[in-house]
């Protein structure tokens, strides 16, 4: 699979820094601003209603998987269950279909639900068109060079996408990482604060 060496390192965290940057500079806009459908039969623009602006965790999953993606979906929550516990909330959770000529509206709340994931008003299971998830695939280098192969969801690769896109800061962790540390690395990419204060220096003396 290939990986973008600016928002997906194999294995590791990696962060693309910035405070306040423009928007026409930020990682996010090289994603397709599509329309999805969710888990709820709600329409949304992918980047201006979902990732604009927020911190965002990102899986990708197809509802027929019998592979990584309900460890993925099982992490995710994990790993929300102990951010919110840590006071990270309120961020964003979204899950991508990657086989969206199959996967449905329907498909997706099905799915959800089955994982007691369905309930969380800020947690999107979303399908683009064909060509949208394609595109989306492309722009974050989730793709295999191999054509015959990438047309083949159980191929596909298992990644969790951490994100805080007012601040530019993106990172990605293998899906199936330990929630704790999904949860760490998403606390430090997704930070609002500067690295320095996540690790505690700059702090006022008591």
Known sequence: VELAQDVIPPGVL???????????????????????????????????????????????????????CPTTTRNMLAARKILEQRGQAPFRMITLSIDPERDTPDDLHRYAAKNMVAQFENWQFVVASPADTLALRRSLRLVDPNPERDRKPNTHSGVLILGNDATNRWGGIPAGAEPIHIANLFERTARTNSLQEYAGFGKPAA
């Open 14 to 68: 990696q962060v693309v820094t910035g405070d306040g940057v423009p928007v026409g500079d930020r990682t996010s806009r090289r994603f397709p601003d599509c329309v999805v459908q969710s888990h709820c039969d709600s329409s949304y623009r992918l980047v201006s209603d979902l990732i604009a602006n927020q911190r965002v965790m990102i899986g990708l999953i197809y509802t027929r998987c019998e592979g990584i």
